[in-house]
């Protein structure tokens, strides 16, 4: 499953941005979906994910209160909604779907990933 992320942009310190992700053509509702993200020179971290019925959501601590993933599987799309932004969030945001933990090389589908700048 080819997933596409789309979504980001340059935003000021305590602003809002809404992720997006879909897989034209294919179905990953049947898939948990997660963010992560990585910034220059570091690892790709873990955001957010959620089971694939919506019952359940995990988020790393440095977006809990701030970021909220939610899915539509009859539109087949998820998102990842990010308040109060701060500059340590910049980074290229990727969805991935298929994983149950917060580990990257545990998904086998991902998106292409889009740019968040946050400036200060």
């Known amino acids: 499953v080819q997933l596409q992320a789309y979504g980001g942009g340059l935003v000021q310190a305590g602003g809002s941005l809404r992720l997006s992700c879909t897989a034209p053509?294919?179905?990953?509702?049947?898939?948990?979906v997660a963010w992560f993200r990585q910034a220059p020179g570091k690892e790709r971290e873990f955001v957010a994910s959620m089971t694939w019925s919506a019952i359940s959501t995990y988020y790393d601590d440095s977006v809990k209160g701030r970021f909220t993933i939610s899915r539509n599987n009859a539109k087949n799309t998820a998102s990842l909604q990010m308040n109060g932004l701060k500059p340590e969030d910049t980074a290229v945001y990727f969805c991935?779907?298929?994983?149950?933990?917060?580990?990257?090389?545990?998904?086998?589908?991902w998106g292409q990933g889009t740019q968040v700048t946050v400036s200060s």
């Open positions: 991935a779907a298929g994983g149950i933990t917060s580990k990257p090389n545990d998904y086998p589908y």
């Open positions: 053509g294919r179905t990953f509702s049947n898939y948990p």
